[in-house]
């Protein structure tokens, strides 16, 4: 079992930024992939970006490329998510997700944190 728990959430407003981060437990997890996906109210599930569990490989979606960078450090069993530049539509609730499997979908990924609330204002 792999327990996730993602803190750093808040309301800032457009243009600003804000680091999340993801603290892990139980099995090895420096050896698990680990991803963030976001849920804004109405909408489904969508992939962010993804981190290999030595952190030389990312993924990201195409749109937070170039805003927001995934990182870890696997010493403190921790994924970072820092957010730049942030828009109103970044809005979401924002989950932290670990698997085996280097993937971008929801379905792919066992272990869920609970959620942090990210809330950009115009």
């Known amino acids: 079992q792999v327990q996730l728990v993602e803190s750093g959430g808040g309301l800032v407003q457009a243009g600003g930024s804000l680091r999340l981060s993801c603290a892990a437990s139980?099995?090895?997890?420096?050896?698990?992939?680990v991803g963030w996906f976001r849920q804004a109210p109405g909408k489904e599930r969508e992939f962010v970006a993804a981190?290999?569990?030595?952190?030389?490989?990312?993924r990201y979606a195409d749109s937070v490329k170039g805003r927001f960078t995934i990182s870890r450090v696997n010493a403190k069993n921790t994924v970072y998510l820092q957010m730049n530049s942030l828009k109103p539509e970044d809005t979401a609730v924002y989950y932290c997700?670990?698997?085996?499997?280097?993937?971008?979908?929801?379905?792919?990924?066992?272990?869920w944190g609970q959620g942090t609330q990210v809330t950009v204002s115009s």
């Open positions: 997700a670990a698997d085996t499997v280097f993937g971008t979908k929801g379905s792919e990924y066992d272990y």
């Open positions: 139980g099995r090895t997890v420096s050896t698990y992939v």
């Open positions: 981190i290999s569990w030595g952190g030389t490989s990312t």
